[in-house]
């Protein structure tokens, strides 16, 4: 699953997943953004492995805010703004053949 999202005056966030027994995994984030350190990338996606496909953007945003230490700097990109990337890739609906 596949979705993108232009955070309002910030940043390209994309979202590659899978839902596996109704749990997110292989969640890989990537986008136009900036993190620091590096490292807080990793931290995300962790954070978002293994929740519901259900989950909503408040909850979704405070499993990835709850994983960053407080020193994490970001750009053009927040909690909020993932939440909701994972939310369009979860409901995503691939363009039907018209024919």
């Known amino acids: 699953m596949h979705g993108e999202y232009k955070m309002p005056a ?30 807080a990338l990793q931290r995300i996606n962790a954070a978002l492995e293994g929740q519901s496909e259900h989950a909503d953007e408040a909850r979704l945003a405070l499993a990835v805010r709850e994983a960053l230490p407080a020193d994490v700097m970001m750009y053009g990109i927040s909690p909020e703004a993932i939440a909701v990337t994972v939310r369009r890739a979860v409901h995503w609906d691939p363009p039907r053949d018209s024919h």
């Not at 966030?13 to 109704?22: A, C, E, T, Y």
């Not at 890989?28 to 490292?39: A, C, I, T």
């Open 10 to 39: 910030g940043k390209l966030i994309v979202i590659d997943l899978d839902v596996q027994n109704g749990l997110l995994a292989g969640v890989r984030l990537s986008g136009d953004f900036f993190l620091e350190p590096d490292s």
